[in-house]
């Protein structure tokens, strides 16, 4: 029988993340050189949630996003969602309140359930970026908010060939003295180089049906971060 490039897709990455669980808060701050944590609490502050707001912490990592929402003053209900056991179980004991193992395009979630959805590093790593962008809209309500976090592609062609080297370079050090494997962390990388620009990524919300969309890039466009609404009927 022939596994669909999806699923072996996600079999690998869920593999990957597996192994890289146990670092992968140090990780996040090493390559952001610690502006990581400031990107996601400056997300949250700037996205509006009315009072007990249900928000999706999708591909959730330890869950950062979660934590920084249920740290409001809003009583929001943070659900926190990855592809990985080794992950949730991180975000558990960092006490997250909700955690759901579940691919990010087949979400177990009733249609316009969330009045947010935040995506730290996910965007990026889902197979087929569309599905997956539909299956959100699909959980978000009508006005509610998607705030995407990923590493981006510079716009002047030769800063972009100098922050792919220097992420290839980076992610191979941290991969060989952190697992003994410079291959761990050099799939950024490759992976940014397959990506949508962040004005592609911002034409495609807008495609699909968001409004209001903005754009933030840090690291001379090598970070970005995209907010967007979901068009009201």
Not at 9 to 19: E, K, N, P, T, Y
Not at 40 to 62: F, H, I, N, S, Y
Not at 170 to 189: D, E, K, M, R, V
Request: charged share 20%; glycine share 10%; aromatic share 10%.
């Amino acid at each position: 029988m022939t596994v669909p490039a999806e699923k072996r897709d996600s079999r690998l990455m869920r593999r990957m993340f597996s192994d890289i669980a146990p670092r992968y808060d140090f990780i996040t701050r090493a390559m952001s050189f610690g502006m990581d944590s400031g990107w996601k609490r400056r997300g949250v502050e700037q996205t509006p949630l009315r009072p007990g707001a249900w928000v999706l912490d999708l591909a959730c990592g330890t869950g950062d996003f979660t934590l920084l929402v249920a740290g409001g003053r809003n009583d929001a209900r943070p659900v926190s969602v990855d592809l990985t056991p080794p992950m949730l179980g991180l975000a558990r004991r960092r006490g997250v309140p909700r955690a759901v193992c579940a691919d990010a395009m087949r979400l177990p979630f009733a249609d316009r359930q969330f009045d947010a959805v935040f995506v730290g590093y996910g965007l990026r790593n889902f197979p087929k970026l569309e599905d997956s962008l539909r299956e959100i809209l699909r959980v978000t309500k009508p006005g509610g908010f998607l705030v995407s976090l990923d590493f981006s592609l510079p716009a002047h062609p030769l800063l972009r060939q100098i922050y792919l080297a220097v992420l290839y370079v980076q992610g191979a050090f941290w991969g060989l003295c952190l697992h003994g494997n410079p291959g761990h962390y050099t799939y950024i990388s490759k992976s940014l180089r397959g990506f949508v620009t962040s004005s592609g990524l911002a034409d495609l919300l807008a495609r699909l049906g968001y409004s209001q969309v903005r754009v933030t890039e840090y690291v001379f466009g090598g970070i970005a971060v995209h907010s967007a609404a979901k068009q009201k009927p």
